[in-house]
Each structure stands twice: as structure tokens, then as C-alpha cells.
């Protein structure tokens, strides 16, 4: 007997990122599920009376975009509860805006929010700069992340609460200190941010609720720039806990695989290691799957914390010889793989450094040689990587979970040319890593970057510009890949990266019904336009959660 459809979609372009059958016109969808895929007249035996037919008109269709790493819930709460500003302005204008929010304020209420670009570290890394930032919080702890969201900018009053001071400096990360006064200039590299995060927490934080509130404002916007699958690359147990809420009410608009910190470099998460792996199962539902592990190997280039195989350019507090470091050694970094590979688990690790890529491939070598062949790993950025490591990332099945919103020409990138110079013009080499058979996933970084729209990323990795038009040149245009497979990083590749490929990531027969109409077939048009399609709806499981 012939299932008869919810829903059917006709008169479209429907990619649908099964080799088998690319191109089709028509869809068909019942309890959620796709039932059909073919032509027009194929999915008519699958119409009844109540089945709702809608003709697209020759609009797109695509698999629902899969983001294989983001914030979602950071960037709900700095949408929600946060200051919120681009990487495009100076130290006047971030004031500015600073000034204008303690206004608004309670004495008192701290002012949080980001991001300042990685540019102005210098610029920032002043006495005077800090005391500017106290006159425009009026007594107000204020504590602003930047660009990579590794690193903050704290005021006088925050310092205070985290107990940072001239004679208290944190042991973790790096407090930057003023060449002339030796104060903290409230410029905090890494884990030093952590005292000010916490005390932040101390003062109240946010609730339960804002917490699903946040992340449920993520998925909303996630859902209208047309994704519906992604991974949350730093889980704290208050996000495994709004995830499940939302999924258990009904309101979890997207599959969601979890990252759950080992180790927590950045954000001030408590707990994370082994007593929030314990617990990760208490949170999986229908469409949460908390079955990975994140693990900080090393910072970012830009604070020159991460490893490379080759020194950083000189400088006064490095020297020439400075290669920088990772948080773990072989021996940390092999106890936790394997840890993680005996409960099932797959691991994110986040390796800015081609050392730190290095290190990681030298211990997962070793995972493997002792039986974990199936365990899913993921280098996070991998976005420096010696030739010789490619290969070895494909043959040790290493996913490579790269973010082109953040390299292609811009702040960032001016950024690692100041402290690599001529190498940095060599990042993600993405065209080579598919040549040699590897699986290249595409994430947003979303709030690193200002926007998780998977059709800039696309652009990006097709034209190695900038897709906005910020920023002149190219980024290494020999690393570009084609249109189509731009299409499948964001979509089946990453999903398979994250274990979700029997679900979602292309529109064929079984899967969940995720998908998103666009007004334009944005692989087919002009490379440096793709960004100009416009998302006229979202589906997922069946249901549109969003329509423009």
C-alpha cells in the first residue's frame, strides 16, 4: 500500500547531495520523513485528499545545511543579554557603545559582550587603554571577548572582583602587564580570562531559563539561514541541560550532537572532564546526541599560543625561537583519547598549530593501532597543516572541521601574518585534503564569526575571498574547490563528521525531512554571488521552522 504524503514539494531544483541522483524537481514527505524523490510525475501516486502540494516555482532546494561547529548558545545570549559588536571597529567606537550600555545599567551590573578584532591587542594592552574602558563603564565591571572568543579585554572593576592585581597574577593563560607601570592592562590571553568569567558567574550569571532561552534563540537563528543540524563545540553541562529541555518540550528545531568540555582553556564551564562526560547521557533525546568530547590542544596563532612546527616571528617578549605551546602533552592528550574511544565517545580537538595538528595525529595513530578504528575524531580549525600530515590526516580518518569564515580575507588572517608572516598566507588547505580522500566538514565558529550563514562559507571555499567584499585578494586560490563540493562540505560531509548521516545531510528516501528552499540555485549561478540567494524557508522533520 502506497504511503500517502504530508507534503509534497514539485517544480523545483532540488539538489540533493546523493551521487546516485543529484538533481531532482520533486519531493515527498510524510510523518517527517522523506518518501519520495524524482520528478514531478514521480511523486504524484504519493498525493491524497490532505496531502498539502506546494509548487516552487523553479526556487532551490537543498539538503537542511549542517554546521559542524558553533556556539550556539554563546551567541543566543550575546543576542539576548549581551553588548554585541563587529570586528570592524576602532577603540573609540567600542567605548562608544560601552558608554552607551552603562546608561542603561544598574551600578553595579556588569556589561559583557564582544567582539573587539584581534587587531587591536596592542592597542588594547595599555593602562591608559584600561582606565579609558572604566570612564566609559562608570564603576561597572566590564568584560568584552575577542574575535576568537580565546581572549578578553577586562576593565579595573572586573580585575578587582576576579582578584587580578600586580601582585595576583593567574597562573593559567597569560596576563598582559603595561611596559611602564607593570599593571594588568586588562588583556587576558586564554585560560587568564577565566577569574574574570567566574567572578562574572558569582554576580548572578544567567538562570536556567535564560540559559534555554539562549539557546533556543540559537536555533532560531541558525534555522534562518537554513541550518538544521549542527554541533555545539564546547557543551557545558547548562547547555546539555537547555538542549534537553527544549527537545523534551518540543521545541528543539535541529539535530544537535553535543561537544562535552574536557578541558576548558576559555570559558569558565564547571564542571567538564570526566564529571561532565559521567553525566552526558541524562541529556540525550530524539535529536540531542551528546557524543562527542572537546579537547583545547592548544589557543590561536594571532596570542601565539599555538604550536608550530616552525617558530613564530620574532619579537620582544618571545625571541626568535618561540614555537609556542600546547595544554597537553602526548602522554595527557593520549590518556584522554583513549578514555574517550573506550565510552564510545568521538573527540573534537581544536589545533590551531600545524605542531598541534602534528601532535594530535602522532596520538591518534596510537588510538588506533590499539583497535579503535572506528572512533570518529575531529581536528577543530586544522587550518595550518604540514604536507606531510595530510596525508597521514586521511589515512588516520581525522575530519577535518574547518570554518572559511574566519580565514578568508580579513582581520583574522591580518592577524596571523603578524605573527607568521609568509605562512600565513598558506591556511586551510582544503582542495588538497579532498584530493587525498579526506572528509572536509564545514563549521561556522559562529559567534567567532559575526554570521553562521552556510552560503558565505561556501562562497568562501569556492573563491578563497571574502565573500562581504571587507577585505581585497585571495587566500592561496589553488586550495579552492568547486561549487558542488562547497555543497557537500556543508552539508552530508559534515554530517557524517558528526555521526548524523543516516539522518540528515541529503534528501533521499528514509531521511528526516530537513531541507531548505532558496530563491536561487546558488551552485549553479556566478561563484562570487552564491551569497545573494536568499532562504525563503526551513524544514526540519517535516515542519517549517522558518519562512522569511
Keep these: 500500500m502506497t504511503t500517502i504524503a504530508d507534503l509534497i514539494l514539485t517544480g523545483a531544483r532540488v539538489r540533493t547531495v546523493d551521487r546516485s541522483r543529484p538533481v531532482a524537481t520533486a519531493i515527498a514527505v510524510a510523518d517527517g520523513r522523506i518518501i519520495a524523490v524524482g520528478s514531478d510525475a ?26 559542524v561547529h558553533n556556539h550556539h548558545e554563546v551567541a543566543g545570549v550575546t543576542d539576548l543579554f549581551e553588548l554585541s559588536f563587529g570586528t570592524s571597529l576602532d577603540l573609540d567606537a567600542i ?71 600586580k601582585d595576583a597574577i593567574p597562573a593559567e593563560g597569560v596576563t598582559l602587564l603595561d611596559a611602564t607601570d607593570g599593571e594588568p592592562t586588562g588583556v587576558l590571553l586564554e585560560a587568564a580570562g577565566i577569574l574574570v568569567a567566574q567572578a562574572h558567574a558569582r554576580a548572578g550569571g544567567l538562570s536556567a531559563e535564560q540559559h534555554r532561552a539562549a539557546s533556543r534563540r540559537g536555533v532560531e537563528m541558525l534555522n534562518s539561514f537554513g541550518v538544521t543540524a549542527f554541533q555545539d563545540a564546547a557543551a557545558s553541562l547548562e547547555i546539555l541541560d537547555a538542549l534537553k529541555s527544549l527537545d523534551d518540550a518540543g521545541d528543539l528545531n535541529a539535530w544537535v550532537v553535543s561537544s562535552l568540555t574536557i578541558n576548558d582553556e576559555i570559558f569558565g564551564h564547571e564542571p567538564v572532564g570526566d564529571d561532565l562526560i559521567a553525566r552526558g547521557e541524562e541529556f540525550r533525546t530524539a535529536h540531542h546526541r551528546p557524543d562527542f568530547a572537546k579537547i583545547f590542544l592548544d589557543g590561536v596563532p594571532p596570542a601565539r599560543t599555538a604550536l608550530f612546527i616552525d617558530p613564530y616571528l620574532p619579537d620582544d617578549a618571545h625571541g626568535a625561537h618561540f614555537h609556542g605551546t600546547t595544554t597537553m602533552s602526548f602522554d595527557e592528550l593520549y590518556d584522554w583519547l583513549r578514555r574517550v574511544a573506550e565510552r564510545g565517545l568521538g573527540a573534537k580537538v581544536h589545533a590551531t598549530g600545524d605542531g598541534s595538528a602534528r601532535l594530535l595525529l602522532d596520538v591518534v595513530e596510537r588510538v588506533r593501532a590499539e583497535g579503535f578504528t572506528d572512533t570518529p575524531f575531529q581536528i577543530a580549525h586544522g587550518q595550518f597543516l604540514a604536507d606531510d600530515d595530510i596525508r597521514r590526516l586521511v589515512d588516520l580518518r581525522v575530519s577535518a572541521d574547518i570554518s572559511p569564515f574566519i580565514w578568508y580575507p580579513g582581520v583574522i588572517p591580518d592577524a596571523l601574518a603578524a605573527v607568521l608572516g609568509d605562512r600565513a598566507e598558506h591556511s586551510q588547505p582544503n582542495r588538497s585534503i579532498i584530493d587525498a580522500g579526506g572528509l572536509v566538514a564545514g563549521g561556522s565558529d559562529w559567534p567567532v564569526s559575526e554570521s553562521p550563514n552556510p552560503l558565505e562559507g561556501m562562497q568562501g571555499l569556492v573563491t578563497r575571498a571574502d565573500p562581504l567584499g571587507r577585505a581585497p585578494g585571495t587566500l592561496w586560490l589553488e586550495q579552492a574547490i568547486t561549487a558542488e563540493e562547497a555543497l557537500e562540505v556543508f552539508t552530508i560531509n559534515a554530517a557524517r563528521a558528526m555521526g548524523l548521516a543516516d539522518e540528515t545531510g541529503s534528501i533521499e528516501v528514509g531521511k528526516s525531512a530537513d531541507f531548505v528552499v532558496l530563491d536561487r540555485d546558488a551552485v549553479a549561478g556566478p561563484a562570487d554571488r552564491m551569497i545573494q540567494a536568499r532562504v525563503l524557508s526551513t524544514w526540519f522533520a517535516g515542519r517549517e521552522v522558518f519562512t522569511a
Aim: no cysteine; glycine share 8%.
Design 95 to 165: 567605548l562608544s557603545l560601552v558608554r552607551d550600555r552603562a546608561a542603561s545599567l544598574p551600578a553595579g551590573a556588569w556589561i559583557t559582550g564582544g567582539s573587539w578584532a584581534s587587531t587591536l591587542m596592542d592597542e588594547l594592552n595599555t593602562s591608559s587603554a584600561r582606565r579609558r574602558l572604566d570612564e566609559a563603564a562608570d564603576g561597572r565591571p566590564v568584560m568584552l571577548s575577542d574575535d576568537s572568543h580565546h581572549n578578553r579585554w577586562a576593565n579595573s572593576e572586573a580585575l578587582r572582583l576576579a582578584g587580578i592585581a
Design 42 to 67: 514521480d511523486v504524484e501516486a504519493f498525493r491524497g485528499r490532505r496531502t498539502e502540494v506546494r509548487d516552487l516555482s523553479g526556487t532551490a532546494v537543498y539538503p537542511g545545511f549542517v554546521d
